[in-house]
């Protein structure tokens, strides 16, 4: 079946860091992809999303990269920073349907 | 600042009894999700509605779960009888009608489930 999937359960950077999360999906029908942002005892939360139209875009210390061509993903956060510690997850959705599929989530460790 | 408002935060239960989650979907939105989060499976979708009719809920449980929208800002998710291995936390998440490209949804804090 189709799935979004992670390389990478924890990502471990120092402060000031830049950070790379990725993101591989298998449904090359995906149009519509966004990053979340899931910190403790709290619900996931929008970062950043991408059209399938682009292949990169920026936001506020973070960039989302896609390649459609090997069906990647990644989240680019700049300057890491302790609040950025979390869970982030990666979700894919097509054109026409109402579903998206998330990610298992990386967990990223900011160290000071 | 419009968010989704999800009710009780946390609720410990015993085996047997019944549990009622309510979701305040964010104003404007006419789609509804209920998700479930556990370590072992990640995000789960049980069900969707779209203008508080329920479309898929495919994901539920059906002989005791049930989801229902009495009105526009009123989402609610019901277990009877709840089991411990319901316990897990339990997101609404609204949107604009996803069907289109590039409708994000947006999720609430989330109710935290534990059934002893």
């Known amino acids: 079946g189709e799935s979004v999937g992670l390389h990478l359960p924890t990502l471990s950077v120092q402060e000031g860091d830049n950070s790379i999360i990725n993101c591989a999906y298998s449904n090359s029908a995906s149009d519509y992809f966004i990053w979340y942002k899931q910190e403790s005892g709290k619900g996931p939360q929008f970062i950043i999303d991408i059209r399938s139209n682009m292949d990169k875009r920026q936001g506020q210390r973070v960039t989302v990269l896609l390649n459609k061509t090997v069906k990647h993903l990644s989240l680019q956060i700049a300057a890491t920073q302790p609040g950025d510690s979390a869970v982030y997850f990666c979700?894919?959705?097509?054109?026409?349907?109402?579903?998206?599929?998330f990610g298992t989530g990386t967990r990223l460790k900011v160290l000071a | 600042d419009a968010r989704v408002t999800q009710t009780p935060r946390h609720k410990v239960t015993e085996m047997g009894q019944e549990v009622t989650m309510r979701c305040q979907p964010i104003l404007g939105h006419n789609t509804v999700f209920w998700y479930r989060q556990t370590m072992m499976q990640g995000l789960e979708l049980l069900a969707y509605f779209r203008n508080r009719a329920p479309l898929d809920d495919s994901g539920m449980p059906k002989d005791r779960f049930s989801a229902e929208m009495p009105d526009a800002t009123l989402a609610t998710l019901k277990i009877q009888p709840s089991e411990p291995r319901d316990s897990a936390v339990y997101f609404c998440a609204s949107s604009t009608d996803t069907r289109s490209s590039g409708n994000t949804i947006y999720f609430g804090e989330g109710s935290w489930l534990t059934v002893v």
């Open positions: 979700a894919e959705k097509t054109s026409g349907t109402y579903k998206y599929i």
